[in-house]
């Protein structure tokens, strides 16, 4: 960094310098919901973070009491944040935790990590296809997840 720089820098207007500062100091306060629908008590898991379809939106997966895994198309407006659900399949109450950390396999799509009752971890690698949207789970973790009682 050269003289000269360093002194634009240091002849800030004293306007923004004290808006900086208060920045800092400011309380802030989470927004307000905004109720997005109803019925999603039917529910017992969701779980999403990112795009699950390659639009460049993002998505969500809820899975029913009967075990079916719904994906639920992200729009892109908040208002009406995610279209009519797909369903991705059943069996899925083969899992007592659905959790997405985005992505786990490091192939720019996102996953789904699902453990099992017993314990063992399964990654459902993202495919980015709305038609289908994981690949058949890979066992990442054995038994021993059964430990935890939060992920
Ligand atoms: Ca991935």
Known sequence: MGQGRRRRHLRRPRQQRHRRRGRANSVRTIAE?????????????????????????????????AGVLWLYKGTGDYKAPFAGRTKIGGGWNAYDRLLSLGDSDADGKVDLLARKTTGELLRYSGTGN????????????????KEYNLL
């Open 33 to 65: 919901g905004y109720k997005v629908g109803g019925g999603w008590g039917q529910y017992t898991e969701l779980a999403g973070q990112g795009d699950l379809t390659g639009d460049g939106r993002a998505d969500i997966t809820a899975r029913d009491k």
């Open 130 to 145: 709305a038609a289908r949207p994981f690949t058949a789970p890979v066992q990442i973790k054995e038994s021993h997840m």
